[in-house]
């Protein structure tokens, strides 16, 4: 068992496969193995196991939310997905035990996810400042796409996510991929409910804007655009196989 700043194994006794935080690196365990004995508990559970030692705990809670995570980087950043994920998982080991349990965890992890992108991102244009509400990641240096978009519904969607400001586009990803509810939206902008789900549509005008805008230039879909929030949940599904 190798441990890194006191948690997590390599190897686990449950399922005998690789977890999560070994050495500086984060890896996923194979989809579909059971760990932690087997036994369901909550994220609050396994974090209060965690927090008084039990490393397992800790590894579970990882793996649990290992995806969300790094999907959350996916559609963002053309590079760098892997260690992005790796330093928001180290960033939560080093706070662990400041996290106030005021959100849920997950909210905190996609905080810390959220830091760690704008940190990235404003290192990609020192040439002039960023405005997270006004620019895009394309405005920011992106690509316009992303390879992990099949159909062409997708490939409309991703495509207008990453012309709409960045702060809209986290903003709907957690929404529809991670199926964030109002309350855990709000917990994560750090503002009262009513304002989170005013920035929420705010940001789904803005996106279908972009969609409008890509369809002026040419783009075309088979679909009825009626569907395009369904097109941008069957995103999380279909990333998930490629992830």
């Known amino acids: 068992m190798a441990v ?3 948690i997590v194994a390599v190897n686990c006794s449950q399922c005998g496969n690789d977890i999560i935080v070994a050495g500086g690196r984060v890896r996923r365990r194979r989809a579909g193995v059971a760990c932690y004995g087997g036994r369901v508990t909550s994220d609050s559970e396994l974090l209060h196991a965690w927090r008084t030692g039990d ?3 800790g590894s579970e809670l990882f793996s649990r939310h290992f995806d969300g995570v790094r999907r959350f980087f996916v559609n963002k950043v053309d590079s760098g997905v892997e260690d ?7 960033a939560c080991v080093e706070g662990r ?3 106030r349990e005021e959100a849920s965890f997950r909210t905190y992890l996609f905080a810390i996810a959220h830091n760690l992108l704008k940190v990235h991102l404003r290192c990609l244009r020192r040439d002039r400042p960023e405005d997270f509400d006004r620019d895009s990641i394309v405005d920011l240096g992106a ?3 992303s390879r992990f978009a099949a159909g062409e519904e997708e490939q409309l969607v991703v495509r207008a996510l990453r012309r709409i400001p960045v702060e809209s586009q986290v903003l709907l990803e957690l929404y529809y991929w991670e199926e964030l ?5 709000a917990a994560f902008l750090g503002v009262p409910e009513d304002t989170a789900r005013s920035r929420l549509r705010k940001a ?5 804007g972009a969609v409008d805008e890509a369809l002026r230039e040419g783009w075309s879909v088979s679909g009825s655009l ?9 995103l999380r599904g279909q990333w998930a196989t490629e992830l």
């Open 143 to 145: 690509g316009p796409v």
């Open 55 to 57: 490393r397992r705990a």
């Open 181 to 185: 509810t109002g309350a855990e939206l």
């Open 4 to 6: 890194c700043d006191g």
């Open 226 to 234: 009626s569907r395009l929030e369904q097109w941008a949940r069957q």
């Open 84 to 90: 992005l994920v790796q330093r928001t998982f180290m």
């Open 97 to 99: 035990d400041r996290f």
């Open 204 to 208: 789904r005008g803005l996106l279908r």
